[in-house]
């Protein structure tokens, strides 16, 4: 499984520890077994497609709320800012519907200062919505402000919004990257381990499910009743 990429990549990267592109990760580990799919290691490249200094990355949140998505807000703008030296990063409002000039509002400027201490706050700073939005504006709006890279944290609608985004950019000539960081609080991403949010919902699930047990208990053939939200 290869990630796709823009072209030859050009731009010596500032990072101190990279990987090489044609290391891979195999699916199954066990001795004597077969690999399977064999996955890319992520890591730092030691060349980039970009310049990391003429670059601009843009972020949006999308879906429901999750557990940490603050959290990657906060590492995504300090990581593009001091780990490669990315002058700007672009804050889209109120998920997909903050790309379409029409419907959304002007984006916020990320920086560090900015930032700083939002992984202590619930919710998401961006803020979200639900639903498509048209591509072809969206894209308009990205190419105009010279947005390169484009972040989405998102479930499934929102990463097959982001293959839609790519696509038509790549159709136009114009080089966008689109990273998606799978948002779910269910664990369901295949071959991850933890996605993020989940012990959280976990936790907040348990806390839910002693209090219930703890009514129930207290009355002479109590039950409890938990009601789980609908998949």
Same mark, same amino acid.
């Given at each position: 499984?290869?990630?796709?990429?823009?072209?030859?990549?050009?731009?010596?990267? !500032?990072?101190?520890?990279?990987?090489?592109?044609?290391?891979? +990760?195999?699916?199954?580990?066990?001795v004597g077994a077969a690999p399977g799919l064999q996955f890319e290691? #992520?890591?730092?490249?030691?060349?980039?497609?970009?310049? #990391?200094?003429? !670059?601009? #990355?843009? +972020?949006?949140?999308?879906?429901?709320?999750?557990?940490?998505?603050?959290?990657?807000?906060?590492?995504?703008?300090?990581?593009?800012?001091?780990?490669?030296?990315?002058?700007?990063?672009?804050?889209?409002?109120?998920?997909?519907?903050?790309?379409?000039?029409?419907?959304?509002?002007?984006?916020?400027?990320?920086?560090?200062?900015?930032?700083?201490?939002?992984?202590?706050?619930?919710? !998401?700073?961006?803020?979200?919505?639900?639903?498509?939005?048209?591509?072809?504006?969206?894209v308009d709006n990205l190419i105009a402000r010279g947005v390169n890279?484009?972040? !989405?944290?998102?479930?499934?609608?929102?990463q097959r919004g982001a293959h839609d985004f790519y696509r038509e950019?790549?159709?136009?000539?114009?080089?966008? #990257?689109?990273?998606?960081?799978?948002?779910?609080?269910?664990?369901?991403?295949?071959?991850?381990?933890?996605?993020?949010?989940?012990?959280?919902?976990?936790?907040?699930?348990?806390?839910?499910?002693?209090?219930?047990?703890?009514?129930?208990?207290?009355?002479?053939?109590?039950?409890?009743?938990?009601?789980?939200?609908?998949?």
């Amino acid at each position: 499984m290869n990630t796709a990429t823009l072209g030859e990549p050009r731009f010596a990267s !500032t990072q101190s520890h990279t990987v090489q592109d044609d290391l891979r +990760i195999p699916e199954h580990i066990e001795v004597g077994a077969a690999p399977g799919l064999q996955f890319e290691l #992520a890591g730092p490249r030691a060349k980039l497609f970009f310049d #990391a200094q003429h !670059t601009r #990355a843009g +972020i949006v949140t999308c879906g429901g709320l999750c557990p940490g998505l603050n959290n990657v807000v906060r590492s995504l703008v300090r990581e593009l800012h001091f780990g490669y030296g990315v002058p700007e990063v672009l804050g889209f409002r109120g998920g997909y519907r903050g790309l379409d000039p029409k419907l959304g509002t002007e984006p916020i400027k990320l920086t560090p200062a900015f930032v700083d201490d939002i992984h202590q706050k619930g919710g !998401t700073v961006l803020g979200t919505s639900r639903g498509p939005v048209e591509v072809g504006p969206a894209v308009d709006n990205l190419i105009a402000r010279g947005v390169n890279v484009l972040f !989405t944290i998102g479930g499934d609608g929102t990463q097959r919004g982001a293959h839609d985004f790519y696509r038509e950019a790549r159709r136009r000539g114009h080089a966008l #990257a689109v990273v998606g960081v799978p948002k779910t609080i269910d664990n369901d991403v295949g071959f991850v381990a933890r996605s993020f949010g989940f012990f959280s919902a976990v936790e907040a699930a348990a806390r839910v499910l002693a209090c219930a047990h703890t009514e129930a208990q207290s009355v002479p053939g109590g039950i409890g009743l938990v009601k789980l939200r609908k998949r």
